[in-house]
């Protein structure tokens, strides 16, 4: 049974930045690992997403240039670094894996999810 844990999450002011971390446990198999978001009152929504076996990377656009995801095979851990956070940025994000799907960015892939962590960015 897999297991995601979210770390890293907290308040900052806009501009900052935050590194997000999300530890698995048990064996994860699949076409891929992503962080998603989900705002008081939205939709829950895909921020980034890497395509394990490949190098290939995805990216909300909203989020492009200003976030990196990446992970650590030996540590079984994927990162999201967060850098000029902004107000709009504010929510619960969340570590999900095993989705088989050809498209990472596509949340009801996905068949684990961590308890997520609250990012929240001041003005």
């Known amino acids: 049974q897999v297991h995601l844990v979210e770390s890293g999450g907290g308040s900052v002011q806009a501009g900052g930045s935050l590194r997000l971390s999300c530890v698995a446990s048990?064996?994860?198999?699949?076409?891929?690992m992503g962080w998603f978001r989900q705002a008081p009152g939205k939709e829950r929504e895909a921020v980034a997403a890497?395509?394990?076996?490949?190098?290939?990377?995805d990216y909300a656009d909203s989020v492009k240039g200003r976030f990196t995801i990446s992970r650590d095979n030996a540590k079984n851990t994927v990162y999201l670094q967060m850098d000029s956070l902004k107000p709009e940025d504010t929510a619960m994000y969340y570590c999900?894996?095993?989705?088989?799907?050809?498209?990472?960015?596509?949340?009801?892939?996905?068949?684990?999810w961590g308890q997520g962590t609250q990012v929240t960015v001041s003005s």
């Open positions: 048990g064996v994860v198999t699949g076409n891929c």
């Open positions: 999900a894996a095993m989705s088989y799907f050809s498209d990472c960015m596509v949340l009801r892939g996905y068949n684990v």
């Open positions: 890497l395509y394990t076996g490949y190098s290939n990377l």
